[in-house]
């Protein structure tokens, strides 16, 4: 079945680093690939999303290329913020299956000045 | 606008009592889906509600589980007999249609404990 697997967190950064957090997936078609974020103490909300191959999501300094050939969505920002620390979920959907969301576990940011 | 909305924020249950957990999604989306995130086992795909289809109901964990949607709107998710392992944060989340390609939009999730 369809399954998506992140890197294991806490991962734990400096301002100003640069951030990858990676993500490859498994699908029996051709799913549509979200970041999804969850900040502390908020509801989980689209950070971003591409919905078929060689399509870059980006949004508030984060990207990520959906890269059919080695089925993965790596998250990446070039210089994180103490706000950007937040738990980031990997997610996949398929069309013929309704939009359900397949999600990664989850990988825990926390940015230190 | 106004954002998906769940109540109650939390829920105290005693081990066999039943629950209702309410969603009301964006007006004018058409599908609606319930997930549930605990420690143990992540985000977890629940059901899927797709206008006047019938549901998906390929997540829930065991018939103590059901759902409807009235109207096409609000909907109630329903655990019979709870669990303690029925413990976790129960997210509703709404989209314009129901096809892979759209961005679900979540409520902010009831917590349910069960003692």
């Known amino acids: 079945g369809n399954s998506v697997t992140q890197m294991e967190g806490p991962v734990t950064l400096s301002e100003e680093a640069f951030l990858t957090i990676n993500c490859t997936y498994t699908a029996t078609g051709y799913p549509s690939l979200f970041w999804y974020v969850q900040y502390p103490g908020e509801g989980l909300q689209l950070l971003l999303k591409a919905t078929k191959a060689d399509d870059k999501g980006s949004n508030k300094g984060f990207e990520a290329t959906y890269r059919k050939e080695t089925t993965s969505f790596h998250l990446e920002k070039g210089s994180v913020q103490v706000s950007d620390s937040a738990v980031y979920f990997c997610?996949?959907?398929?069309?013929?299956?309704?939009?359900?969301?397949?999600f990664g576990q989850g990988t825990e940011l926390s940015v230190k000045p | 606008g106004a954002g998906v909305s769940q109540s109650p924020s939390n829920k105290v249950t005693e081990k066999g009592k039943d629950v209702e957990l309410r969603c009301d999604p964006i007006?004018?989306?058409?599908?609606l889906y319930w997930y549930r995130q605990s420690l143990g086992q992540g985000l977890e795909f629940l059901i899927y509600?797709?206008?006047?289809?019938?549901?998906?109901k390929s997540g829930l964990p065991s018939d103590r589980f059901s759902a409807e949607r009235t109207g096409g709107s609000v909907s109630t998710l329903t655990i019979q007999r709870t669990q303690q392992e029925d413990s976790a944060v129960y997210l509703c989340?709404?989209?314009f249609g129901g096809g892979g390609k759209e961005t679900q939009y979540f409520g902010p999730g009831t917590r349910l404990l069960v003692l």
């Open positions: 509600f797709q206008g006047n289809s019938a549901p998906d």
């Open positions: 997610a996949l959907s398929e069309q013929n299956q309704g939009g359900k969301l397949i």
């Open positions: 007006s004018g989306h058409t599908a």
């Open positions: 989340a709404s989209s």
